[in-house]
């Protein structure tokens, strides 16, 4: 239910409703305000972030559901968001942010706070969230709320190449192929990672048309895949980059080529230049084997979670979860 409150600036705030996609423009007011922001006080001044791509916010708030959360001000506009995914057991938090002018009086608290409680009332494992490493304000913020410093996500880029052999892919298959394929995606997951669970994301990539999943395996069998969104994320700009968003994969050490060669064909075909992997520190096999086919580092984010609700490596296998859009 929404509660009213009033702040320090005499502005009253309502909230949290759920948000659609006729909150777009006002999220993306938001977001650009805030993020822009953040990089000023980190000594950038000359950066402004521009507004995302609206088919990443309706992927966003359809894959939240009615995690998808918001805050108004007396004039009826977005103040502040948390978009609260839970895929499975697994429950993160992004993008979330409150407007400059409201920052300091407490809504941040409020909105992951909220975030928090959503993702324990629906019985979450894992409650995490990325911020940037160098920024302090950020991880001490999180971390007065609960949230540990994890492992470092390294954003790396490889080139699209053209692989020896056509792909396969999700998109391929006709009904009701693809979705038994998508239950089968989900029991390889499983059995990695219990309780996870990312079918909705595979089936609202492809409902949206925003990527593809690159399936592994010869034959019938299925040794991994990866979801994969090749729509560009900022509105107004070309397909530069494919972006994995999550990754299984049954046998890394015999899979890794293939998987490699497949993401710079699917790339390719997608008409991306490169193919953008967001890889945990943890996973230093993969991260090794895309430095020796000559990745570029690009990004870092800290991962952070819950204190009592961090993850848990796969015992076998590998598990990449982009916390991000």
């Known amino acids: 239910m929404a509660t009213l409150r ?14 659609a996609s006729d909150d777009i423009a006002g ?9 822009s922001d953040r990089y000023r006080k980190d000594g950038m001044q000359g950066v402004r972030v521009p507004p995302l791509h609206h088919g990443i916010w309706r992927y966003a708030i359809a894959d939240a559901a009615d ?15 948390n978009i609260v995914h839970r895929s499975g057991r697994e429950g993160w938090m992004g993008p979330l942010c409150v407007h400059p002018e409201l920052q300091s009086l407490g809504l941040g608290k409020e909105i992951v706070r909220t975030g928090i409680d959503w993702l324990k009332e629906r019985d979450a494992r894992v409650i995490g969230l990325e911020t940037m490493p160098r920024t302090m304000d950020n991880i001490g913020f999180y971390s007065s709320l ?22 396969r892919l999700l998109s391929a298959l006709a009904e009701p192929a693809r979705e038994q394929m998508i239950a089968r995606c989900h029991a390889l997951l499983d059995t990695l990672a219990p309780g996870y669970d ?6 609202l990539t492809d409902r949206l048309a925003l990527g593809d999943t690159l399936l592994l395996g010869d034959g019938d069998a299925l040794d991994g895949f990866a979801l994969c969104h090749a729509a560009p ?13 999550k990754v299984a994969l049954r046998d890394p050490e015999r899979d890794l080529e293939a998987f490699t060669r497949g993401l710079g064909e699917l790339a390719r075909t997608s008409g991306a230049r490169r193919v953008a992997i967001r890889v945990q520190s943890e996973y230093r096999a993969l991260y090794l084997h895309l430095m020796r086919l000559g990745a570029r580092v690009r990004w870092t984010d800290l991962r952070m979670a819950l204190a009592g609700h961090e993850e848990r490596p796969p015992a076998a296998g590998l598990v990449l979860s982009n916390w991000e859009i």
């Open 6 to 19: 009033t702040w320090p600036t005499h502005r009253s705030i309502d909230g949290p409703f759920p948000l």
């Open 27 to 35: 999220l993306n007011a938001v977001f650009t305000e805030a993020f």
């Open 67 to 81: 995690g998808a959360l918001g805050w108004r001000d007396e004039r009826d506009r977005i103040v502040a968001f």
């Open 146 to 167: 609960g949230f540990l410093p994890g492992t470092l996500t390294v954003t790396l880029t490889l080139e699209a190449r053209a692989a020896e052999r056509p792909v």
């Open 198 to 203: 990312f079918s909705r994301e595979l089936r």
């Open 233 to 245: 994320l900022v509105e107004g700009r070309g397909r530069d980059e494919l972006r994995v968003l």
